[in-house]
């Protein structure tokens, strides 16, 4: 495989049985996605995106075809080497932030670490840093709930940078957000990329067209 190749799908089908349908969630996908990318996923409500998030963050399994993540054919490994390989090549981020409204920011950042092995201080020196690079850092021992939408979702992106993961998946982050809120994520979700981290981007925005997009 190309060494720059970060992932590679190939035929990957999904299907959903609804009580005597079939809905066809996914129709032999091929997409390979390279180191560095920024891809934006764009398509209508239905069509298949957070169903092809889910198998690309191995939170589902495709029903055909097959899924190579750095390297490795990850569609037959069971569930606890795919949970191991999730917590640290994978950064997720939501459209509702699916953060824990009763914990600070800094707790919720510092999650994704809770089963490294390392020393507490360095748990607490990475979120910090985490929180930093979304500018953050004066908003640390704030709660969600007393936090704006937007530096909700930059919480949410700390967390999914903490682990240092291969590739960050967005789905539709700025649903929630105001357009100048979700505009700053973009930004953010730009400046990541730029740094050489893949982004994968499922999103309406077709303003995208300004980045350096695929
Ligand atoms: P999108 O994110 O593009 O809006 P989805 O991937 O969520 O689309 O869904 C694609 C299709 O698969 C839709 O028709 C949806 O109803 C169906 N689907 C998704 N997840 C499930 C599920 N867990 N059970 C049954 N049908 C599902
Ligand atoms: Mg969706």
């Known amino acids: 495989m190309n060494k720059d190749t970060l992932i590679r799908l ?3 089908s999904k299907r959903f049985q609804m ?32 169903t092809l998030m889910n198998i690309i963050g191995l939170l589902d399994r495709p029903d055909e075809g097959s899924y190579l993540l750095e390297d490795q054919d990850v569609g037959g490994l069971d569930d606890d080497r795919r949970s191991y390989i999730r ?8 459209q509702n932030f699916n953060l824990l409204s009763r914990a600070t920011a800094y707790r919720n950042v510092m999650l994704p670490l809770a089963y490294r092995p390392m020393p507490e201080t360095e748990r607490h020196r990475l979120a910090l840093q985490a929180l930093d690079a979304v500018g953050l850092s004066p908003r640390a021992e704030h709660t969600p709930p007393q936090l704006s939408g937007g530096e909700r979702q930059r919480v949410a992106i700390a967390r999914a940078l903490v ?34 981290k893949t982004v994968i981007l499922v999103t309406h925005d077709h303003g995208l067209t300004r980045y350096a997009v695929r």
Do not use: C, H, W, Y
């Open 10 to 12: 190939s035929g990957v």
């Open 19 to 50: 009580g005597s349908g079939v809905v066809q969630a996914l129709r032999e996908v091929d997409l390979v996605i390279k180191r560095g990318d920024f891809l934006a996923v764009m398509g209508p409500s239905g069509s298949g995106k957070s």
């Open 87 to 94: 917590n640290r090549t994978i950064g997720f981020i939501f």
């Open 163 to 196: 682990g240092g993961p291969s590739v960050i998946l967005a789905d539709e982050p700025t649903g929630n957000l105001d357009s100048r809120a979700g505009d700053e994520i973009i930004e953010l979700l730009t400046e990541i990329s730029g740094r050489g």
